[in-house]
């Protein structure tokens, strides 16, 4: 069988190489972006994450030091009053923590793993432009430079590609009336075992602690009329 041809390389894509290498197939990955191009952005993977990380090898490819766990997650009101909290170490049978990253290292990790599998092949810099199509059914994908065909295509291009939009249509996107900042800053907390909403009447507050003494500030206003 043909290798599954998988359009994207984000963590949807390389998600969906390793789901099929665990299941022994093997799949080939496009990617418009050069390798080294990532989003920076923090990640916090939930306690039920972290078992299907390790079936599929991602966490041995990801460093000690790029990576931060953490037991508590906590919503707070404007005065600074607790809302809510949740501690993993003392709800959950095993002590599965929190665990953030870098979403850029967690990429990294993962795409590591899908290479290590030896049943996913990556190709980088190569931006598909057409969808290929027989007889009514999606056959592969025409980049700049080549064709590439597979009786089986997953495209994972993200909610700002416009790609499929000739055969599923474009999608239905909600337009929320609230802005998101977000940064990354070095860490000004001593406190590096929790995670923290802050929820008012003026908007929202996300505090996640980061590795390397860094920090991640979430900031969601709503936008002016």
């Not at 998600?15 to 093997?26: C, H």
């Not at 972006?33 to 390790?54: A, F, K, N, W």
């Not at 909290?85 to 599965?96: E, G």
Request: proline share 5%.
């Amino acid at each position: 069988m043909k290798p599954v041809l998988i359009v994207g390389a984000g963590i949807g894509g390389i998600s969906t190489a390793l789901a099929l290498a665990a299941n022994g197939l093997d799949s080939l990955v496009l990617e418009a972006r050069q390798e080294h191009s990532m989003v920076d952005r923090g990640d916090i993977l939930q306690p039920s994450t972290l078992p299907l990380l390790q079936r599929w090898g991602v966490n041995e490819h990801i460093c000690d030091s790029s990576r931060l766990t953490f037991h508590t997650f906590q919503m707070l009101d404007a005065a600074g009053g607790q809302l809510f909290v949740a501690d993993t170490s003392r709800i959950l049978p095993s002590p599965l923590p929190f665990t953030s990253i870098r979403h850029a290292d967690l990429l990294t990790a993962a795409r590591g793993a899908a290479r290590a599998t030896g049943k996913v092949t990556m190709h980088f810099g190569q931006r598909a432009v057409e969808i290929l199509d027989e007889d009514g059914a999606v056959c592969g994908v025409r980049t700049a430079s080549d064709e590439f065909r597979s009786p089986i295509t997953v495209f994972a291009t993200g909610g700002t590609s416009s790609l499929c939009d000739g055969i599923f249509g474009r999608p239905s996107i909600h337009h929320y009336r609230s802005a998101f900042h977000n940064l990354r800053v070095p860490q000004f907390s001593d406190n590096n075992d929790a995670a923290s909403y802050v929820v008012g009447s003026d908007g929202t507050l996300v505090f996640v602690p980061l590795p390397n003494n860094e920090q991640r500030i979430g900031l969601q206003v709503p936008l002016s009329a």
